[in-house]
Structures are given as structure tokens and as C-alpha cells.
């Protein structure tokens, strides 16, 4: 309802609760006028009080004078608020917040309106009202009083502010008088039931008052019903607190709250970016669109900060779109289209400088709308009339724009709109920046990983090898797992799978550490039993390092490992774990096995060698060995088992190619997103043929040299081979006598054709050999620095029955394909 000053609107509730008592004073400050309310504050009835001055009734005697002041005070300034006390009817003195308001009646008449309320009610928020809204909130409190026909009769300059009436307009009117309808009735019907059951009731509605510039106020109001001496009543008293500010801070403050649980679920910056535009419609916006800088979305953080400009056109991507009408064919926006930005417009001045813009009245005739004459009668034919647009900031940088539209909510967007726009974008962006910076370390942490991993494993005589890794889901990140297939001496190769417990680049780089201490230890030709405990101790000392350094996140929290070496000669496997899932075997008839085998602690106890135990098997030549990690095998909804009896099925078929094997167990995982990595590594065996291997033994004495070098050239001759058969002679010499000088028992000589020539020493002594750095007169001392410089690599292992002492030559790449 609307007239040329104010409009009413639908009330919004109703209560029965008053939030304060009031009294009528006259203009020589006698009680005109009571209420139930008071009676029930102070405990005076009608009778006692009306007739009677306020200054010499309610106050305690020993504030009468006091109160005679507060009485000139409020003549001289046309009112008074402040703190007082009251003398309750029994005697007890209450603590009271007191506002005398100033009336005017019809003829220039004046009458003095008193609300008081017990500051203890006031400070336990125990009543919500006007009168307490505007203690608290200093707000000014228009009133009228009404006469039993409803026609008003006194009014305050305040509410002439609240709905632009004149006070001389007032008086001797009805509400449906001055604001014909249904509105004013309502409000009317809520002053009879007071007049009729003599009670309070608060009530809430909303106005266009002129200073609003288009914009619904809501005011809440307390309606009492005065009386006179004798209880009868004589009227009815509204007083109206402009509630607005407070009803939109909490309209606010709920948006807010529930932005903090619906904006950022997941680390998804296109999801993230929808979540904004559904949270923003309808509460703020009727359309709302959410365009990202083209490099977000693939987790890359824009290039040039607030302020700088790169002179080529702003490219975006729409991340969301929300809209209270979803099925208009017109709405001139699509989700997942790229954006180009008009350079005049409002979106390309707002990534230049980080700043909103708000248009309360759209001008569909600026060349951000008009570039684009097709949409920009789209823009027309939805309604548009008012566009705030919000940049998406964080760190300097400008992520993307936010633009909130209205068409069907006739009233523009103002400033306070605009506020709670840039808060609910702020939130926004640090959720895409949490999201970004999550991106970086998840690339900077696969990165890591993937380089740390094996990229190609080279060709092997004693194994074909395939492998693949998945990393876990966006949630969790890159975990810990590794693999590695590490070459040693006599043909043999260690095959290692391992999972680092946690996830990130911590777990990254502690991966890295431990890949790095297996090969090492693995050069040390050490049995799996052995290299576990040595690599337990090496994670518990690390972890100890790290305990002593409280800012220093630990490098390893734990982890597991599975070691095995593979020997094609004798196609034996010897294999330990350390609190790792077994390994699958498949025999070339495609059953699968999971052999029994110690489970072995997870490194970083320190228990020692005690926690680990080798076993050894003998594999038919193709057999398939599965190596991975417990993402594998380990799902959110099935045990261990189920897991591992789906990784033999699919290994079954082990005739397939190993990649295609791969393939195969990976297309098994469940459809969701993986909580772990994965990590597979298949692995066929092969076995040198007897005709590659040559092995003498050879007499304690020193005759053995001669017999040892002319064995050597015979089966290098037999290889065609020639061409190193002077630099074997030499090797093996050597060799042969550090054998007969410094060991001791039988000696044996094996020569192994592979990608390698492999000469190979054993004896039953079991202390090794050291380089040493002789002098330029000593007589001995140098052949092990003769056999170094001869060779590819040389080394020793320990066996059971002593030690074996090794050097290998490089082939020729004719040699390399026969083998």
C-alpha cells in the first residue's frame, strides 16, 4: 500500500511479551495514564499512581530531589534517558533504565510518555522488543497513542522521521485513514486486542518510509493499553523501534554462517566456485555467475598480482551459475564457457585493481553489456536492473569475478548488499586459495615422486618388468608408495616395493630417503633379511633426529617395505618383508599363490634382525610376481582378503603381456576415488641358459693363476669373445690370487654372460677385500686398483660359505642381443 509520503507493509509477527512498562505524564509530570505492564514492574495499581506526581510516587525519598531535576531536565530538552532508581510498591529499590519522550497533541498540547525497564531483564536478553533495541542500540522510538476509536491523538517528532507524516496529519485520524488497506487494518486489529484484553503484545511490519530511497524498513513495535484511577481504559500507546539494521546484521550473519559450511566442501576450485553462486541465490542475488582466471581451474595461480596488466585480453572460465529461474531459454550464461572480457568493461577494471563495482540501475547501454548485441538483449529480456560485481582476491592476486544480478527483486542493490557480497566472495577465495595451494603441493609432491620412481626400467636378462602407479584421490594427495628394480652383481636383480606411511610431500620426500637408503644398502649385497634391519635402523635414527627438533616434522612416522632378489641362474627367490602385504605369484599355468612368509615389523621399531626372515623359493622360468602396495588390495568397503583374491583372478591369465596385465588389475579397483596410492609392479622371470654360465673349481696352490687364466680364455673363445680375452686373463688373475693369498679352503671361478661379462671369485674366507693406496716402493697393493681400472664396476658379497668376489665387463652390442 502506498501513498505519496510512506508505505505499510504486512506485519511479520506477533507477540505477547513487552520488553517494558510505561506510565502517561502530563505536562506537570502527574501519572495521566498506567498500564498492566507497570503494575507488574513496579506493583502499583491504576488507582495508586494515576493523580499522582511521578516524582514523589516512584522514586526512593532519598532520590526525590534527584528525580525533581531529571523532571526541569526533560522540559528544558524535550526529554531524558538514563539510569534511575525505583521504589517497588514493597519497598525494594529496583535498577531501571528510564526515557521520557515529549508529545504533542492536537492545539499544541503536550503530554510526557515514561518507559522504564529492570536493567536485570535488559542485561539476560531475556525480552526482545523495541524498547530494549533501542537501549541498546540508542535508537530513537516514535510513538503515537490512540483513543478508543483508534484515532490518534498524541504523536513524537520521531515518528514523523519513521513514515514522513507530519505530526498535524495525525491527529484525529485512523491508520486506514492515512494508509488505506489491508496493511493499516492489520495493525489496527492488533491495537483492538489490546484495548479488549488490556494486555501487551509486540508486533513486527515493514515501511517504505522516504529516507529508505525504495528500500523496506522493518519496525518493531509494543502496543500497551493505557488506563485511568479506576482501571478503565482510555487508549492505546504503540511505540516503534526502526529494527532494520538489526534484523539485516542477523539476516547477515545467518548468511554468513552458512556460507562457512556450504562454500568449500570439497578442494575442487570449479565446485568451490558453484557453491558461492547456489549459496548467493536467492538471499542476495536473484542470478549470480562465478568466472575463474583461465589458469585456476587446472590449479595454477595467476601470473600477475593486483595492479599489474599483461596487455592481453582477461580470459575467464564461468565456474558457477545460479539463478532463481533455471529454465529460462534466455539467461545468457553457460557453465564451463570461457569468457572474454571486454576491456572497457567493469569485470576488466576489477581485475586490474581488486576493487568491486556496484550499478544499482544497470546501463544495458555500456559497452561491457553493449559489446555483445545478442547478449546484451539477453540482459534485457531476463529483467536485469541492478549487477554488483566482486573480485575474487587472495594474496595479491585476483582469482577471478563474481557478478550478483537482480531482475525479479525489484529493490536495487545498495552498499550493505555489497559488503555482504565481498564478505561471502572473501570466504570464497581463501576456500580456492586453500584449494590452490593444496594443487601446488599435490603437483609438487607427484612431481617429486615421479621423478624419484623408476621412469624406465632397462632390459634385463633375469626379469621383464611392468609397473604402474596411482596416486590417492584430491582429499588425502600423493602418499609414500615406491618401487624400484635395482641391478646386481651375477645377473641377479632386487625387486623392492614400499608405502611410507602418510601423505603430501613429507611422504614424498621421505619416500625418496628410503629409495635412497635400499640402493645403497642394496650395493652392499646384503641379504633382505639384512637390508631390513639395516634400513629399520636407518628410519629409527631418522625419526630420533627429527624427535629433537619440535619444529621439524618427522621425516619417516613409519613405513613398510618387501625386498626380494631374483637369481636366473639357479631362478631362485629370496625375499623378506617388513610389515608389507606378500607378493602374488602365478606359475606359467595362471595359479595364483601368496606364499607364507614372515610378516616381519614395520620399519622404524628398531627391533633389529630379529624382526625379519628370509625365505627362499625356487621359480619356474615365466613365473609372474606381483608386487604393491595396500591400496591395492584395501578398500573402504572390503577386507584385505577380498582384495587380494581379486588381484590373483585378474593375474590369472599370466600368458597376457605384463602391461597388459597391468592394465587389467588396475580396471578391477572399485569406481571411487582411491583414500591411497596404488603402486603395482609385475615382474616376469627369466633364466640364463646353462650354455651362458661357465664354473670350475680350482686347487688352494698358486698354480691355480695359470690354470684359472687359460680356463677363462678357452670359454671366452667358445662366447667369441676374443677381444677381451687379454683384460679377463688380467681380472681373473688377479682375482684368483688375493684369493689363494688371503682367504683360504676351495676356490671357485664362474664366468656369466648376460648384459655384462660377470667373473666371479668364491673362497670360504669371509673378510673382504679393501682398496688400498700403496706407496711408490711397495710391492703389493695394487691389484685391486689394476681390477678397477679394467673393469665396468667390481665388488664382494658374502655367501653362506664365505665370500664371493666379482668384476664385470662391458659387452659389445652384438654380444648384448645374443644375450
Known amino acids: 500500500m502506498h501513498t505519496n509520503e510512506t508505505a505499510l507493509a504486512e506485519p511479520v509477527n506477533s507477540g505477547d511479551k513487552p520488553d517494558a512498562a510505561i506510565a502517561m505524564l502530563d505536562a506537570e509530570g502527574t501519572v495521566v495514564g498506567w498500564t498492566h505492564a507497570a503494575r507488574q514492574l513496579v506493583g502499583y495499581t491504576a488507582r495508586e499512581v494515576v493523580g499522582r506526581s ?59 510518555l515514561v518507559s522504564v525497564t529492570d536493567i536485570g531483564t535488559l542485561s539476560s536478553g531475556a525480552t526482545n522488543g523495541p524498547v530494549r533495541e533501542s537501549l541498546l542500540a540508542r535508537a530513537p522510538i ?13 504523536v513524537n517528532d520521531v515518528m514523523e522521521h519513521h513514515v514522513g507524516v507530519p505530526r498535524d496529519r495525525w491527529f484525529g485520524r485512523r491508520l486506514k485513514d492515512l494508509f488505506p488497506g489491508f496493511e493499516a487494518e492489520a495493525l489496527e486489529a492488533v491495537m483492538r486486542q489490546v484495548l479488549e484484553s488490556g494486555t501487551t503484545k509486540v508486533h513486527e511490519y515493514r515501511a517504505w518510509p522516504p529516507a529508505g530511497r525504495g528500500r523496506s524498513h522493518v519496525f518493531s513495535a509494543s502496543f500497551f493499553c493505557l488506563q485511568d484511577a479506576d482501571g478503565q481504559t482510555i487508549g492505546v500507546c504503540a511505540m516503534s523501534v526502526d529494527n532494520t539494521g538489526n534484523r539485516r546484521a542477523r539476516e547477515r550473519l545467518a548468511i554468513l554462517s552458512e556460507a562457512s559450511t556450504r562454500i568449500g566442501s570439497t578442494l575442487d576450485v570449479m565446485q568451490t566456485g558453484q557453491e558461492l553462486a547456489n549459496l548467493a541465490v536467492p538471499l542476495l542475488a536473484d542470478h549470480a555467475v562465478v568466472d575463474l582466471v583461465e589458469s585456476v581451474p587446472f590449479g595454477v595461480e595467476p601470473s600477475g598480482g593486483i595492479g599489474t596488466t599483461s596487455g592481453r585480453p582477461a580470459l575467464l572460465r564461468r565456474a558457477g551459475l545460479a539463478t532463481i529461474d533455471p529454465d529460462v531459454p534466455e539467461l545468457p550464461w553457460v557453465r564451463e564457457e570461457v569468457v572474454h572480457v571486454h576491456p572497457a568493461s567493469s569485470f576488466a577494471n576489477a581485475l586490474r585493481t581488486g576493487r568491486s563495482h556496484l550499478e544499482p540501475v544497470l546501463d544495458t547501454a555500456s559497452p561491457w553489456v553493449d559489446h555483445d548485441p545478442v547478449r546484451a538483449q539477453k540482459v534485457r529480456d531476463t529483467g536485469v536492473h541492478s549487477v554488483m560485481v566482486v573480485p575474487i582476491r587472495a594474496r595479491r592476486c585476483v582469482l577471478g569475478l563474481a557478478l550478483f544480478a537482480r531482475s525479479k527483486e525489484q529493490t ?59 596416486p590417492a584421490d584430491m582429499d588425502r594427495g600423493v602418499g609414500g608408495d615406491w618401487f624400484d628394480v635395482i641391478e646386481l652383481s651375477g645377473a641377479r636383480v632386487a625387486l623392492v616395493v614400499g608405502d611410507v606411511v602418510g601423505h603430501g610431500i613429507n611422504a614424498a620426500a621421505a619416500m625418496g630417503r628410503l629409495r635412497t637408503a635400499v640402493r645403497t644398502l642394496a650395493d652392499l649385497d646384503l641379504s633382505p633379511a639384512q637390508l631390513l634391519a639395516h634400513l629399520d635402523d636407518t628410519v629409527r635414527r631418522l625419526n630420533e633426529e627429527d624427535a629433537d627438533d619440535p619444529d621439524q616434522v618427522p621425516a619417516v612416522v613409519g613405513a613398510t617395505c618387501l625386498y626380494a632378489v631374483y637369481d636366473p641362474v639357479t631362478r631362485r627367490c629370496t625375499m623378506a ?75 590369472s591369465q599370466s600368458d597376457r603381456s605384463l602391461e597388459d596385465l597391468c592394465s587389467e588389475v588396475i580396471e578391477t579397483l572399485p569406481a571411487q576415488e582411491h583414500s591411497d596410492d596404488v603402486t603395482l609392479l609385475l615382474v616376469r622371470t627369466r633364466a640364463l641358459q646353462p650354455a651362458r654360465v661357465a664354473s670350475w673349481a680350482l686347487p688352494n696352490e698358486p698354480t691355480a693363476v695359470r690354470i684359472a687364466r687359460h680356463l677363462a680364455a678357452r670359454q671366452l673363445s667358445k662366447w667369441g669373445m676374443e677381444h677381451l680375452m687379454t683384460t679377463m686373463e688380467l681380472i681373473v688373475s688377479e682375482l684368483v690370487t688375493n684369493a689363494i693369498r688371503y682367504g683360504g679352503g676351495p676356490i671357485r671361478l664362474r664366468l656369466i654372460q648376460h648384459e655384462v661379462l660377470t667373473c666371479e671369485v668364491s673362497d670360504t674366507s669371509t673378510s673382504h677385500p679393501r682398496p688400498r693406496h700403496p706407496r711408490t716402493l711397495d710391492e703389493n697393493g695394487r691389484g685391486l686398483i689394476l681390477i678397477a681400472h679394467l673393469s665396468r664396476r667390481w665388488g664382494s658379497r658374502s655367501v653362506s660359505d664365505g665370500k664371493v668376489v666379482w668384476a664385470e665387463q662391458d659387452l659389445p652390442a652384438t654380444a648384448r642381443a645374443i644375450a
Open 142 to 154: 516514535g510513538i503515537l497513542v490512540h483513543d478508543l476509536q483508534l484515532r490518534c491523538t498524541l
Open 412 to 470: 536495487p542493490f545498495q552498499e550493505d548488499d555489497l559488503l555482504l557480497a565481498e564478505e561471502l566472495v572473501t570466504r570464497a577465495a581463501l576456500c580456492l586459495d586453500n584449494a590452490l595451494q593444496y594443487a601446488r603441493e599435490r603437483t609438487a609432491a607427484l612431481t617429486l615422486q615421479r621423478d624419484l620412481l623408476p621412469h624406465r626400467v632397462r632390459r634385463h636378462a633375469a626379469v621383464e618388468v611392468a609397473s604402474r602407479y596411482v
Open 54 to 112: 511521578a516524582a514523589h510516587v516512584l522514586p526512593p525519598p532519598e532520590d526525590a530531589l534527584k528525580a525533581a531535576s531529571h523532571v526541569e531536565q526533560c522540559r528544558a530538552q524535550g526529554g531524558w534517558s538514563g539510569t534511575v532508581a525505583v521504589r517497588h510498591r514493597v519497598g525494594h529499590t529496583l535498577k531501571m533504565t528510564l526515557q521520557v519522550s515529549l508529545l504533542w497533541g492536537q492545539d499544541a498540547g503536550t503530554r510526557w
Open 577 to 651: 618383508r617388513a610389515g608389507h602385504p606378500p607378493p602374488a605369484i602365478i606359475d606359467p599355468q595362471g595359479h595364483a599363490t601368496f606364499p607364507e612368509m614372515p610378516a616381519g615389523a614395520p620399519l622404524g621399531l628398531g627391533l633389529g634382525l630379529l624382526a625379519f626372515e628370509s625365505v627362499d623359493l625356487e621359480l619356474p622360468e615365466g613365473s609372474v610376481l606381483a608386487f604393491y602396495t595396500d591400496g591395492l588390495v584395501e578398500t573402504r568397503d572390503d577386507d584385505i582378503d577380498v582384495g587380494m583374491s581379486r588381484l590373483g583372478a585378474a593375474l
